[in-house]
């Protein structure tokens, strides 16, 4: 099965890794838990008979617990989990690269497209079907899609509550900390606050969606420009976006999904 998945995301480019841990534990836990809650009781039968039920919270994290690991090295040396872009790029260009695969920056892009195309072959395939479910999550998280020349925000260093940090350590894991919810609290309050806006958001192409992200990427940069150092200025202005990213990413990770199962 490992080898099946090698095959078929040979293409990506040998890259060097930014921060691999998108939106941490948490947030993956989140978004796949978004996701079960709006997929239907048939698809869901179909993923839980592959994952064990509930799998696909479980195991969300698993692609980046398996980092220093000889279990999959590529999907960290080829970049599978962030496609960095660089700043000030034009809407035709960033709807581009989700076609025209860029040279560098990361290999998120293709290998979603990849996943998904293996698992309506072989919906059975548990390591792509793990896969898929977390790098969902990454797809959606702003700093997945940061700026090339500066590691997708790990070289923007920050402080967050006096302590040292960077700008892609704050949106993998520190917003979402901030906020003192566990993952199911989480998810229910997502749920609770968005679900009226979904019906819009499965009409929304993938080109559409993707934009939406490297929109919130371009004003978190220019943020930065003026960002005083208040945390809790930052966490203010940014943790309803960060929430909205949360939302859409879990249901656009149960479109994908439905579409499979």
């Avoid at 839980?48 to 479980?58: A, F, I, P, R, S």
Wanted: hydrophobic share 35%; charged share 25%.
């Amino acid at each position: 099965m490992k080898k099946l998945i090698f095959a078929v995301l040979a293409g990506a480019m040998l890259l060097v890794p930014s921060e691999l841990r998108a939106w941490g534990q948490e947030g993956h836990r989140i978004i796949a838990e978004v996701a079960y809650h709006y997929l239907s009781s048939g698809a869901r039968n179909k993923i839980d008979k592959v994952l064990g039920k509930h799998g696909m919270v479980y195991a969300a994290n698993w692609p980046d617990e398996i980092k220093s690991d000889t279990i999959y090295p590529q999907s960290h040396k080829q970049g599978w989990h962030y496609q960095d872009l660089n700043g000030g790029m034009s809407d035709s260009a960033v709807v581009a690269a989700l076609t025209d695969y860029p040279k560098e920056g990361g290999s998120l892009f293709r290998v979603t497209d990849s996943l998904r195309t293996l698992l309506k072959q072989e919906p059975t395939n548990h390591d792509a079907l793990v896969f898929l479910i977390h790098i969902a999550g990454d797809r959606y998280c702003p700093m997945h899609m940061g700026h090339l020349d500066d590691a997708g925000g790990n070289r923007v260093k920050m402080k967050w509550f006096g302590s040292n940090t960077n700008l892609h350590t704050v949106w993998d894991s520190k917003l979402i900390d901030s906020q003192g919810y566990s993952y199911t609290e989480y998810t229910q309050f997502l749920i609770d606050k968005y679900d009226s806006t979904r019906k819009d958001l499965l009409k929304k192409s993938e080109a559409e969606m993707v934009l939406e992200n490297y929109h919130v990427t371009t004003e978190i940069y220019e943020y930065q420009k003026t960002f005083d150092g208040n945390t809790y200025h930052y966490i203010y202005k940014f943790h309803q976006p960060m929430e909205w990213q949360l939302y859409k990413a879990g249901v656009r990770l149960a479109l994908w999904l439905s579409e499979i199962y």
